[in-house]
């Protein structure tokens, strides 16, 4: 008999409590189970969840508070804990990197007492930080732990793109680059909406006037923080990109999509983690896909790696 699939959400602020009603929206796992070191968070947002799920829409499903020991049989771990960016203060994930880079290690400390063989989605920011420290500090295996990276950006990336020229942006084949953050850059090189390549958008598709790249560029970041500071914060579309990730994960399969995971030697660069195009699969990241890049688009990426290791260093983290 097949065991019942598994996910566990540690963090259940915000984007956490975002997961998982999105996580039972899209039948990610038949078994979600919730984790928090707030008394009562968990068990809240389990129990109304329980009571939504004892209509039709979820047959089969179940959600409930747990304890780091429900990690033992987990499939899929993803983990929203950690303070956010709040309004009206400085827009910059890597000021976080001091408070949560502990609050992280802290729990990995706990993760690991009861598996390396789940595979382990992070979402808290900075991301590409976090991502690097528990990646590379609690001994879990290559690509099994990485970060949702630049997902979030792409689907921006994506969305303002199908607008401009008219098309569904899901249609969009593209990716934004490098740091969860704003040295986040899009691969023009790589764009291509049903196989025509970005150079010659404007014959084939609608389009309002000249796209200008650099007001993209922008647009793409200054967006997170327009609905950070018009709601409060974000949660929505970081919840779909990681549960997309998730279920990619629990189905095997094998999408194509940005995640951060730290650098081996790709474009020359290490110490630092980043997004790249990744297949992923039911082992986590199962391959990096290394696009041939211009070299004003390698020059970014280092940019971004720069600016991220600054971060790591300044931590202690590397030298």
């Not at 690509?143 to 969305?159: A, S, V």
Request: a negative charge.
């Amino acid at each position: 008999m097949k065991r019942t699939q598994k996910l566990a959400i540690l963090g259940l602020g915000h984007v956490g409590s975002a997961v998982l009603m999105q996580a039972v929206a899209l039948h990610i796992a038949p078994e979600i189970v919730c984790i928090d070191v707030k008394d009562g968070v968990a068990h809240g947002e389990a129990l109304d969840m329980m009571h939504a799920l004892s209509t039709d829409l979820y047959p089969g499903m179940h959600v409930s508070s747990g304890t780091w020991e429900d990690l033992a049989d987990a499939d899929v771990i993803i983990c929203a804990a950690g303070p956010s960016i709040l309004p009206g203060v400085s827009h910059e994930r890597l000021s976080l990197a001091r408070e949560n880079t502990k609050v992280l290690r802290e729990i990995m400390s706990e993760v690991v007492k009861y598996t390396k063989d789940a595979i382990f989605i992070m979402i808290t920011n900075p991301l590409d930080v976090t991502t690097y420290v528990a990646a590379t500090e609690f001994g879990y295996l290559k690509g099994h732990l990485f970060g949702t990276g630049t997902t979030l950006e792409t689907m921006r990336f994506k969305y303002i793109i199908g607008k401009h020229y008219h098309v569904n942006p899901a249609s969009v084949q593209g990716f934004m680059l490098g740091e969860h953050g704003n040295s986040a850059f899009p691969a023009w090189s790589a764009l291509t909406i049903g196989g025509v390549p970005f150079q010659d958008l404007d014959a084939f598709y609608e389009h309002d006037g000249a796209l200008d790249k650099a007001a993209v560029a922008e647009e793409v970041v200054q967006t997170a923080y327009d609905v950070l500071e018009s709601k409060g914060w974000t949660n929505t579309g970081i919840a779909v990109g990681a549960c997309r990730l998730a279920r990619a994960v629990l189905n095997d399969e094998k999408l194509v999509t940005p995640a951060s995971v730290p650098f081996t030697g790709e474009y020359g660069l290490t110490d630092v983690a980043l997004s790249l195009p990744s297949v992923i699969g039911k082992n986590g990241v199962e391959r990096r896909i290394p696009l041939h890049l211009t070299d004003e688009e390698i020059e970014l990426l280092k940019k971004s790696a720069a600016s991220v290791q600054d971060v790591l260093r300044g931590n202690g983290i590397i030298k």
